[in-house]
């Protein structure tokens, strides 16, 4: 699959799916800073908005806190905590009430149980060791099979391959499961800011752009891991035929 040093399996399964992440990444930048800057009608700033719609639908064991940092909001369905970065807390834009509405959607989908949340709460280890040592120990056996002077020593270092695709298998179910979650999140966003009145029609028209763009990242990363997953098969594939 190699020619002219070029890796054609790179470039069919994973470089269109970077492209869109670059294109994903600058999106909701650009479109974060373009309404960071328009200030809310009502003024009250991204805390103030999480705290109403936690309010609003009946939810009160729900802590918020400051982090640090721009866009690492975050809600935990284990502690209960849903957390608003630098760029979102104290803010009154209307992107950064979009961003803390959409951590409360999370939060609501805990509050009503929503199977998509919990799955992917269950999948955060399998994630984990799989996006770490599942490409390393399938590119690990496909170098060593191909030099391998056995079959013994083949089918060992094909083994190896084969733990390491099941391992970064998992790694892409989570990145699958996390898509329906966050879109849902962000439908539950504009549902209460409009249920609400937290946002008037026009501001939410700027939300649903930071939203869109926001769930477009998550999209191309679930497509990398797709892509790259297909890769790796393709290239044990081929050094089994040979």
């Known amino acids: ?3 002219y040093g070029m890796d054609y399996t790179y470039i069919m399964f994973v470089m269109p799916a970077v492209i869109l992440s670059l294109i994903a990444s600058y999106m ?7 309404y960071d800057k328009v200030r809310s009608s009502r003024g009250i700033t991204g805390a103030q908005a999480a705290e109403l719609l936690l309010r609003a639908n009946g939810i009160t064991d729900v802590r918020i806190q400051h982090i640090r940092g721009q866009l690492s909001d975050n809600y935990n369905p284990s502690t209960k905590v ?6 979102t807390y104290a803010s009154a834009s209307i ?14 989908q805990h509050n009503v ?9 269950s999948l955060v280890p399998v994630a984990n060791i799989g996006s770490r040592f599942g490409p390393m120990l399938a ?3 496909i170098i060593l099979g191909a030099s391998a002077q056995s079959v013994s020593s083949f089918q060992l270092f094909q083994l190896i391959t084969n733990i390491g695709l099941v ?9 699958l499961i996390t898509l329906p979650v966050e879109f849902n999140a962000s439908f539950r966003a504009m549902t209460i800011l409009r249920q609400t009145g937290t946002l008037d029609s026009t501001e939410l028209i700027g939300v649903r752009k930071v939203l869109t763009a926001a769930a477009m990242t998550y999209v191309a990363s679930a497509l990398t891991a797709i892509g790259s997953l297909l890769r790796l098969i393709v290239l044990s594939n081929n050094r089994r035929r040979r």
């Open 139 to 141: 590119v690990a056996g």
């Open 113 to 121: 149980g929503y199977s998509p949340l919990a799955l992917r709460s």
């Open 1 to 3: 699959m190699y020619g």
């Open 82 to 87: 849903l957390s608003l970065s630098d760029s």
């Open 95 to 108: 992107a950064a009430i979009g961003v803390a509405a959409h951590e409360t959607g999370h939060a609501i």
């Open 167 to 175: 391992l970064f298998g998992g790694a892409v179910l989570f990145y």
């Open 28 to 34: 909701v930048k650009s479109r974060f800073a373009y």
